[in-house]
C-alpha cells in the first residue's frame, strides 16, 4: 500500500505558475508508474500527466506545452511544474499510483485545489 500526499496547490492568475508536489510513502517500490489527474466543477475526472519508471511521460491534450511532470526516485516525490496557467485548469488536482500506466491507478492522494482566475 502507498499513501500519497499532495502539496502547492492555491490560487493564482491566468498566465501564472504553480508546481505541485506528490510525496510517497509505503511501498513505493512496486509503484512504477505515477500521475496527475484532476477534477473540475462539474466535469469528470481526466488524467493529467502519467511518469513511468524508466521516466517515459504523457500529457493531455489539455496541458502539453504547459504542463511538466517528474519525478524524484530518491525521495520518492512527483512533481506537476503548470505554467501558463489557464481559468479552466482551475480542479482538485490528484496525485496517483500504480504498477502500470495502463493499468487502473488504485492509489490516490487527498488533492489538493488550484484555482485560476
Known amino acids: 500500500h502507498v499513501q500519497l500526499v499532495e502539496s502547492g496547490g492555491g490560487s493564482v492568475e491566468a498566465g501564472g505558475s504553480l508546481r505541485l508536489s506528490c510525496a510517497a510513502t509505503?511501498?513505493?517500490?512496486?509503484?512504477?508508474?505515477m500521475a496527475w489527474f484532476r477534477q473540475g466543477p462539474g466535469k469528470q475526472r481526466e488524467r493529467v500527466a502519467t511518469?513511468?519508471?524508466?521516466?517515459?511521460?504523457s500529457y493531455a491534450d489539455s496541458v502539453k506545452d504547459r504542463f511538466t511532470i517528474s519525478r524524484d526516485r530518491s525521495a520518492n516525490t512527483v512533481y506537476l511544474q503548470m505554467d501558463k496557467l489557464r481559468p479552466e485548469d482551475t480542479a482538485m488536482y490528484y496525485c496517483?499510483?500504480?504498477?502500470?500506466?495502463?493499468?487502473?491507478?488504485?492509489?490516490w492522494g487527498q488533492g489538493t485545489q488550484v484555482t485560476v482566475s
Open positions: 496517483a499510483s500504480e504498477l502500470a500506466c495502463a493499468f487502473e491507478f488504485g492509489d
Open positions: 509505503g511501498d513505493t517500490y512496486s509503484r512504477a508508474c
Open positions: 511518469i513511468d519508471t524508466d521516466g517515459t511521460t
